[in-house]
């Protein structure tokens, strides 16, 4: 049987597997729940497909499963057996999710000679996306467009394409992609989340909620339990807040986004609870309750801090919760850091959320100041933790200017 993307044949003796094997690519790529159920059936089909056991090493090394090494070591010796382009596929695929900075230009050699390959392609794009740097909006986007003639009308190409486009600087065109994806997969998680961002960085609030509201009655069944379902819910619950139903987006946000409930990983956990604690405390001044586990996540990125994706979101969790003592730890344990542009990027944003929460509101805005577009692209993330660095700036050169009038 041919792969869908790739064009490829795939080695397996079981029609049946290769069906059930694209469909679990679809779901993974989706973001949609069911995906590991339907490799374990894969695999069950046919135990030597190789593809398909690399597939299920992705979701179990995703999901901290203590079976990944059994899977990642199954896949290898399988690959021995299979066709050159899938041996070539798991080699880097395996490679990537183990070391992606060490194997990161030879995985950027691989897509640009295998623009079929949205697996690699997609695990490559969210790397860059967090660690990329200054010039990840463009590394992004190039990748993307260069597989464009390839995968032209695949949705779940279309669905990355359109956040990059969007997140590059153009999301109005970027809406326009993203609303040709969701047509083809009406269901893909993936895909209305990338329509969040879009309609964020468009500044309309009320459209996201009305159309998340909207996909969620139509979608919840196949959603919930979805990687991204907590995510998704954070982008309604910060909507919302954006147009004034603060308790609605809180109740929403303990309900969904918290870390005591959400069904996201660590890291966006750790970036939602950040972006919306900082967002309320920036506004409202409010100081929010300092959990058992919001504490056990902070401190679970201790080791972490040196990256100013991670020093951002611990710093305002800290901030938001009335922690001091937290914000100078964390930037004694920056400081201790070897010296590199990163560390350096994440002790000036800790340094201005202390200063900020001491109400050292001029310190906080030179501090800001300072930070360039492009060291601020190169934080991480999305254009949502761009705005959230933009907010605090803004919100301290307002309490600067009010003290001043004083």
Not at 263 to 289: M, N
Request: aromatic share 8%.
């Amino acid at each position: 049987m041919i792969h869908s993307r790739t064009g490829n044949s795939m080695t397996t003796a079981s029609i049946q597997a290769a069906q059930l094997y694209l469909d679990a690519l679809d779901l993974i790529l989706g973001s949609e729940s069911g995906a590991k159920e339907l490799l374990d059936r894969t695999l069950e089909q046919d135990p030597n497909f190789a593809l398909a056991m690399a597939a299920r090493y992705t979701l179990a090394k995703d999901a901290n499963d203590p079976e990944a090494d059994r899977f990642k070591d199954k896949a290898q010796a399988l690959a021995e057996q299979s066709e050159p382009w899938e041996q070539a596929h798991i080699d880097v695929l395996i490679g990537l999710l183990a070391d992606p900075y060490g194997n990161l230009q030879r995985t950027q050699e691989y897509v640009a000679a295998n623009p079929g390959d949205l697996l690699v392609i997609s695990q490559l794009c969210g790397y860059l996306i967090f660690y990329g740097g200054e010039e990840k909006l463009s590394r992004v986007l190039n990748i993307l467009k260069a597989s464009e003639s390839t995968l032209a009308d695949d949705w779940a190409f279309l669905a990355r394409l359109g956040f990059a486009v969007s997140e590059a600087g153009d999301p109005e065109q970027g809406r326009r992609i993203q609303e040709r994806a969701l047509k083809l997969r009406p269901q893909s998680l993936y895909t209305i989340h990338g329509y969040a961002h879009i309609l964020h960085d468009l500044g309309v609030p009320d459209q996201s909620v009305s159309l998340i509201n909207r996909w969620l009655d139509e979608n919840r069944a196949s959603a919930e339990g979805g990687a991204l379902y907590g995510h998704l819910q954070w982008h309604l619950a910060l909507a919302e807040w954006q147009v004034g139903y603060r308790e609605d987006a809180w109740a929403l946000y303990q309900r969904y986004c918290a870390p005591e409930t959400t069904t996201c990983g660590p890291v966006l956990t750790l970036a939602d609870c950040g972006g919306f604690l900082l967002r309320d405390y920036l506004k409202t001044g409010d100081i929010s309750a300092l959990s058992s586990a919001v504490t056990e996540l902070t401190s679970r990125f201790e080791g972490m801090l040196a990256h100013p994706f991670i020093a951002l979101h611990v710093a305002g969790i800290h901030a938001a919760t009335g922690n001091l003592a937290g914000l100078e730890s964390c930037e004694a344990l920056i400081r201790d850091k070897e010296a590199s542009t990163n560390r350096d990027l994440a002790l000036q944003l800790v340094a201005a959320v202390r200063h900020f929460a001491r109400s050292e509101y001029q310190d906080t805005a030179e501090i800001l100041n300072g930070i360039s577009a492009a060291q601020r692209i190169g934080v991480g993330g999305s254009y949502v933790e761009r705005m959230l660095i933009d907010l605090l700036e803004a919100k301290a050169q307002e309490r600067a200017a009010s003290t001043d009038d004083i």
